[in-house]
C-alpha cells in the first residue's frame, strides 16, 4: 500500500547550518506516530517539511506517492503549539473552527448553512459545543487544544499533525487529549505528532521515531525506547523500567548505576544502521 507520507534520504539547511539529514520516514494510512527528540532536534522542521512550509535540500519527499504542488498539502491537517496562538485576537471557538474550513466561493465573513453545520458537527465530535460563542482566550488549555484540533478536522483531512499538543496543559488533560487522538486514530485517522512527554508517548502511541537531526530509531515503544536508544537521542542517560505493564522513562539520577535502577531492562532492536555508530541489537541492552 501508497504511504501517506514518504521521506526519502530528505535534508535540511538554514543558511549553511545542517538541521536535518537522512531522514527516511514512511507514515501509511492509519499509523498513529509520535516524533521525540531533544530541542533543537529538528522537530517542528520536520513537520513543516512535511506541510510543505520548507523545501528539503536533499531528497524528496512523497504525499500520496506525489509531489506537493507550491507548498500546498491539503489532506494534511496541521495542530500548532498552543503558545504559538496570539490569543488576544477576537475570535470565538466557532470561528476559529471556521478558519479551518475551505471556503471556496464565500468572500464573506459569515458562514453559510452548511458551514455552520459542519462547524457545529466537529465540535460536537470533541464535546464542545457549548463553547462555540465563548473567546478563545476565556478557555482552558485542554478546551483550547481542542478547538485547534476541531479547526483541523472540520477540513476532512486524511492526516494530522500535531506540534507537542500536551505541553503547557496539565497531566490529567493531556491524558484525555491523548485518548481524543487514540480514538480518532480508531476512527481510521492517521496522525503524527511531536512531544517531549515520553512516558505518554510510550503508553498511548504505537510507533514512535527517536530523531536528533538525524532518524536514530523507529519502531513500538517496546523496540526503540532503550537506554542505548535514549542515549544516542538526547546525549544524556535515561533508565527505562516496565511497571505493571507499562514503560516507564526517567533521566537517570546521578550516582546511580542501570544495575541498581532497571530490574528488567527493556529490549529494543529496531535501529538506523545508516549511523555512524549502529546501536548494537537488544540483548546488549541487558548487560548494561
Ligand atoms: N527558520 C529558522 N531559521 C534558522 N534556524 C532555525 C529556524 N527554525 C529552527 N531553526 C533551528 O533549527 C534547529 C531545529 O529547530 P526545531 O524547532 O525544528 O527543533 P525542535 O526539535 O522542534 O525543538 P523544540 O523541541 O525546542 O521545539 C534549532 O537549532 C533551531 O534553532
Not at 492509519?30 to 531533544?38: I, R, T
Not at 507499562?246 to 537517570?252: E, F, G, K, V
Request: aromatic letters at 4%; proline letters at 7%.
Amino acid at each position: 500500500m501508497q504511504p501517506i507520507i514518504e521521506l526519502r534520504d530528505v535534508g535540511l539547511r538554514y543558511a549553511d547550518r545542517l538541521v536535518l539529514d537522512q531522514i527516511n520516514i514512511h507514515l501509511h494510512h492509519g499509523q498513529f506516530a509520535a516524533l521525540v527528540g531533544p530541542s533543537g532536534a529538528g522537530k517542528t522542521s520536520l513537520l513543516r517539511l512535511i506541510l510543505g512550509l520548507h523545501t528539503p535540500s536533499r531528497g524528496q519527499i512523497l504525499i500520496h506517492g506525489k509531489h506537493p504542488v507550491d507548498g500546498q498539502v491539503p489532506t494534511i491537517a496541521y495542530v500548532p503549539q498552543l503558545e504559538t496562538v496570539d490569543w488576544n485576537f477576537p475570535v470565538t471557538v466557532e470561528q476559529v473552527v471556521a478558519m479551518g474550513l475551505v471556503r471556496q466561493g464565500n468572500p464573506w465573513p459569515w458562514l453559510r448553512n452548511h458551514e455552520r453545520q459542519a462547524v457545529q458537527a466537529v465540535l460536537a465530535q470533541l464535546e464542545i459545543e457549548h463553547l462555540a460563542q465563548q473567546h478563545i482566550r476565556n478557555l482552558s488549555g485542554g478546551q483550547q487544544q481542542r478547538v485547534f484540533l476541531a479547526r483541523a478536522l472540520v477540513a476532512k483531512p486524511a492526516m494530522l499533525v500535531l506540534d507537542e499538543p500536551t505541553t503547557g496543559i496539565d497531566p490529567r488533560v493531556a491524558e484525555t487529549i491523548l485518548h481524543l487522538l487514540a480514538d480518532l486514530n480508531q476512527q481510521g485517522m492517521t496522525i503524527l505528532m511531536t512531544t517531549h512527554d515520553l512516558n505518554s508517548a510510550a503508553n498511548h502511541v504505537p510507533w514512535i521515531i527517536c530523531l536528533n537531526q538525524t532518524i536514530v530509531a523507529q519502531g513500538t515503544p517496546e523496540a526503540v525506547f532503550t537506554p542505548i536508544v535514549l542515549e544516542q537521542t538526547y546525549h544524556s542517560e535515561m533508565v527505562v523500567v516496565q511497571h505493571e505493564g507499562m514503560l516507564l522513562i526517567q533521566q537517570r539520577p546521578h550516582g546511580h548505576s542501570y544495575r541498581d535502577l532497571i530490574p528488567n531492562p527493556v529490549i529494543g532492536e529496531v535501529l538506523n544502521p545508516a549511523m555512524e555508530n549502529p546501536i548494537e541489537p537488544a540483548f546488549r541492552t541487558a548487560e548494561l
